[in-house]
């Protein structure tokens, strides 16, 4: 415990001491590592900026549209691709949403993992998945409150793709349709 408390107040120390540009040029990458391999497409093919079309369902069925951006890039030397989730204010919310995800593949297991954080509401979510076909991405968790969620990445296009959120109850035999996003490449 001792250990790990000491790496962390090393490794803030170090992000301390770097200004926000050192950061930013420090972490982000031109293109994905050579370790990856075929494995790079899997999730390359979403690096860039894309305009969002939200839409959540609510449990009775509403929906609730709102817009923002999804920002998507390699970092970490290239072995790693992180995306920035942003939702903009709409209806009585001030303030804009935002979250970001690591995704990063395990040789191992062959597959690829994602670690998602949402700092507004103190929430982490640990996924595991990969490609389903050619044009789909597809991470599960049994993190988020259900017994399992899904998020696709689907039809995945040089200009456009769709997400899905998905939760099932029956260990993934049923699922119920949370959220659809609509991404449009910005250009």
């Given at each position: 415990m001792k250990t790990h408390y000491a790496i962390w107040l090393m490794a803030a120390g170090l992000v301390s001491s770097l200004s926000a540009s050192d950061l930013t040029t420090s972490i982000e990458a031109k293109s994905p590592n050579p370790s990856l391999g075929d494995q790079a497409q899997v999730v390359g093919r979403m690096v860039g900026t894309w305009?969002?079309?939200?839409?959540?369902?609510?449990?009775?069925?509403?929906?609730?549209?709102?817009?923002?951006?999804?920002?998507?890039?390699?970092?970490?030397?290239?072995?790693?691709?992180?995306?920035l989730w942003i939702v903009n204010p709409s209806g009585k919310r001030k303030d804009r949403e935002v979250y970001t995800t690591l995704h990063y593949f395990d040789p191992k297991t062959q597959t690829w993992r994602a670690t998602f954080v949402d700092p507004e509401h103190v929430s982490i979510a640990r996924f595991t998945g990969g490609p389903v076909g050619n044009d789909r991405y597809v991470l599960e968790t049994p993190d988020l409150g259900t017994q399992t969620t899904r998020w696709s990445f689907s039809d995945i296009r040089a200009d456009s793709f769709v997400y899905r959120d998905e939760g099932s109850d029956d260990g993934g035999k049923t699922w119920k349709l949370r959220s659809e996003y609509h991404m449009t490449r910005q250009h």
């Open positions: 305009d969002v079309q939200y839409t959540d369902f609510a449990k009775d069925g509403t929906a609730t549209h709102r817009t923002g951006e999804f920002i998507v890039g390699w970092v970490m030397d290239g072995r790693a691709l992180q995306d």
